[in-house]
């Protein structure tokens, strides 16, 4: 079955950087777009970024500039490197893909941003 794993979260300061890493497996990585989530404490799941199987990239207003999504097909695994970061982009953060079967989502990763 289609299994995604985060990792790379942890306490950071404001201004500082930070790589979350999805190891996916179950699925045809390479022709699979990729995407990333947050939801912060008490407020409703949203998009971060996305990248499409041929490596077109695109980001929400909020983190564009700051955040880049990657991808590296013989691994396996989407990267998501933040940078700039903020106390508002405090959340756990979600990997993504979906197929004509459905959405798949991992567990999670939490980032705090904070001094």
């Known amino acids: 079955q289609v299994q995604l794993v985060e990792s790379g979260g942890g306490l950071v300061q404001p201004g500082g950087s930070l790589r979350l890493s999805c190891a996916a497996s179950?699925?045809?990585?390479?022709?699979?777009?990729m995407s990333w989530y947050r939801q912060a404490p008490g407020k409703e799941r949203e998009w971060v970024a996305a990248?499409?199987?041929?490596?077109?990239?695109n980001y929400a207003d909020s983190v564009k500039g700051r955040f880049s999504i990657s991808r590296d097909n013989a691994k396996n695994t989407v990267y998501l490197q933040m940078s700039s970061l903020k106390p508002e982009d405090t959340a756990v953060y979600y990997c993504?893909?979906?197929?004509?079967?459905?959405?798949?989502w991992g567990k999670g990763t939490l980032v705090t941003v904070s001094s």
């Open positions: 993504n893909t979906h197929d004509s079967t459905g959405y798949y």
């Open positions: 990248m499409t199987s041929g490596g077109s990239t």
């Open positions: 179950g699925i045809i990585f390479s022709i699979s777009p």
